[in-house]
């Protein structure tokens, strides 16, 4: 039974094939590198603005500071079972810290706000005109 992904299956394994006989004969090994590399996404292209690159990293620093914070209080049991909610909140903004650093650091970011997998972030970044 053939599959939508056969043909390119079949001219993989072809490609397997012609490798391994090619070392085989005692050819020089061909070189495992794609001659086409697929684009970039440019979502992950970062911006050229030096200031944007700055804020991101202030940002990823006080991520870090943030994320520091919320393992020093975690670590601490009567903290846990007394502010075990609120220490969540901290974890959730260390990480909306961090998912900002990065579209901030991205030359196309609304592309990069669409690959966010905080779906309700994602839906306040990527919401219409206030």
């Known amino acids: ?3 939508p992904g056969s043909t390119a299956a079949a001219r993989g394994q072809a490609r397997v094939d012609a490798i391994q006989a090619a070392v085989r004969a005692g050819a020089a090994r ?7 590399p697929p684009p970039l996404d440019p979502a ?3 911006t050229d603005d030096p200031f944007a690159l700055r804020v991101a990293e202030e940002l990823e620093y006080v991520r870090r500071l943030v994320e520091q914070l ?3 209080l975690a670590s601490d049991g009567l903290v846990v079972t007394r502010y075990g909610m609120t220490l969540q909140s901290v974890d959730l903004a260390s990480q909306i810290l961090g998912h900002l650093a990065t579209l901030i650091r991205s030359s196309a970011p609304e592309l990069a706000a669409r690959r966010i997998g905080m779906t309700e972030l994602k839906a306040r970044l990527l919401r219409g005109p206030l």
């Open 1 to 3: 039974m053939e599959g």
């Open 30 to 36: 061909p070189s495992i590198r794609r001659s086409d």
């Open 44 to 46: 992950l292209v970062q």
């Open 70 to 72: 919320g393992d020093t």
